[in-house]
């Protein structure tokens, strides 16, 4: 079982960027899909959350809006779009993956969610 982020890198504020997180070992679409960031001395937090049953997305609020969270077509993959970015928006960004159910209180908490991947990542320039 194994998550790989991609897609992080510098933007400049205002910009955009596609962050992909693909799968092995275990289908994705059976899964919950999570989107976390770390920034520098701070905890780690949830962006979003694409649930299983009912494909509800839930976010941060300070990235509605702004970010959209997917799951690919084809691909055993999921795909976070993040367009405006501001500056506090930098961090490490991680995917993560839960087979479990997820709800509006539960949704960001990272022990909720037993796979994880690498982190990728964003940094926003003047």
């Known amino acids: 079982v194994q998550l790989v982020e991609s897609g992080g890198g510098l933007v400049q504020f205002g910009g955009s960027l596609r962050l992909s997180c693909a799968a092995s070992?275990?289908?994705?679409?059976?899964?919950?899909i999570g989107w976390f960031r770390q920034a520098p001395g701070k905890e780690r937090e949830g962006v979003s959350c694409?649930?299983?049953?009912?494909?509800?997305?839930y976010f941060k609020d300070s990235v509605k809006g702004r970010f959209t969270n997917a799951r690919g077509n084809a691909q055993n993959a999921a795909y976070l779009q993040m367009n405006n970015l501001k500056p506090d928006d930098p961090a490490v960004y991680y995917c993560?993956?839960?087979?479990?159910?997820?709800?509006?209180?539960?949704?960001?908490?990272?022990?909720?969610?037993?796979?994880w991947g690498q982190g990728t990542q964003v940094t926003v320039s003047a």
């Open positions: 993560a993956a839960t087979p479990y159910g997820t709800d509006s209180y539960r949704w960001s908490e990272p022990i909720d969610y037993p796979y």
């Open positions: 070992g275990f289908a994705l679409d059976y899964y919950a």
């Open positions: 694409l649930s299983i049953s009912d494909g509800t997305t």
